[in-house]
């Protein structure tokens, strides 16, 4: 089977070559990216010497996809991942939507011309920002929490939010070239019969992740500890208690192992959350009591003005892949928390490596 993954440099799509490589018998793999993620360089060489074809190509340039040889599924990793993206000044709302929407049209159109099946690595950005800015929370052991006597709205209660939850506007611009990416490619699964399976992910988080605040905070935190680096807790109550949940890039590939030999089965939603939930979820406050125990204290900071699009309390829930497919995650938030302090330890530059030019 002939496998290939786009922004197979980046921390997600490398972290699915190596699993898929370590666990799948009689896999094929090959890549693309453009290697314009600062730190991608560094998984290069280490795909290469694993057998993994690479090529150097834009996903926003339709004619880099035309030379590619054909294969039978597509993993799309390529994406510009933060939800402040076209807002904070580094990207344009235009390049934004270059990257997440125009490149899934060229990728659908890729997957149309071979016959490959795809599946879309998505967010849990996707979900509309008005019902959970809103949300009543207060504060247990350090984080938020939603209150239980208050009107919930549909799809959202206190396991998480699940896929019936609306995804209307706002979203933010990236939440929605997410949304109209997946709407793209059911139509493309619908229209021209190919496979296509949609995975909204929680924050995902391991060793090797590129350290920035706006799309790997549990890696960014983790390092800027260890590094004795300024932190600052940013909006809300200025103390650290929102929440987000995070997912081992391990056990979203058990997911996609399950999906590809699944194939065109309708059975099944071909959307669907994947996170740590609930059990998986810590504030920044709490991220911060474990890095001390950890590597010994360190000044956090504060600064109580909100950013746009923060949100108090973000848990997926992922109780739909669990009845149809039997997932659940096996990498707890505690062992994934210490994979990511050895990195640290290992590699005191990493901040360094990973930072935006």
Partial sequence: MKILITGICGFVGYSLAQQLLLQGENVELCGLDSLIRPGSDSNRKKLTEAGVKLVHAD????SDLECLPAVDWVIDAAANPSVLAGVDGQTSSRQLIEHNLGGTVNILEYCKRVNAGLILLSTSRVYSIAGLSKLEVGVEQDAYQPLPKQAFPLGLNRSGVGEAYSTQAPVSLYGA???ASEVLALEYSHTYGFPVWVNRCGVLAGAGQFGRPDQGIFAYWIHSWQQKRSLKYIGFDGQGHQVRDCLHPDDLAVMIRLQI???MDRSKAQIQNLSGGVTGAMSL??????CETRFGPNDVGCEPMSRPFDIPWLVLD?????AQWNWR??????????????HAEANPDWLKLSAPY
Wanted: hydrophobic share 45%; aromatic share 2%; proline share 3%.
């Fill in 59 to 62: 996903i926003r340039n339709a």
């Fill in 177 to 179: 070239t997410k949304v």
């Fill in 261 to 263: 030999a699944a194939g």
């Fill in 285 to 290: 406050r709490q991220l911060s009591a474990w």
């Fill in 318 to 322: 992922s109780s739909l892949a669990k």
């Fill in 329 to 342: 995650p096996k990498r707890g938030v505690d062992s994934i928390l210490e994979e990511i302090a050895q």
